[in-house]
């Protein structure tokens, strides 16, 4: 198992962008958490198998229907691990 930080920027908050992406990752069987940053952008923790934590990450990419993301910027992360999926 392995964990993953994004920070998402661009159009993403107000568009179901973080709902979107829990759906996602429950699809994927992630755990982790979509969470508004003060500064407009959505961070995402996303743990799990590999595989299913890179396909969230290239999913995040591509969003709700009405996001416009510019750009994602992922990294390891080591901290504590969420039992399920949140939104925040």
Do not use: H
């Not at 568009?15 to 969470?35: C, F, I, N």
């Amino acid at each position: 198992m392995i964990c993953k930080r994004c920070i998402v920027m661009g159009r993403v908050q107000g568009v179901w962008y973080r709902d979107s992406t829990r759906r996602k990752a429950l699809e994927l069987g992630l755990s982790g958490r979509a969470v508004n940053l003060p500064d407009g952008s959505v961070e995402v923790l996303a743990c799990g198998p590999e595989a299913a934590v890179q396909a969230l990450c290239d999913w995040l990419w591509e969003g709700s229907p009405m996001s416009q993301v510019s750009d994602v910027r992922c990294e390891p992360w080591q901290g504590e691990v969420p039992e399920a999926f949140l939104v925040g």
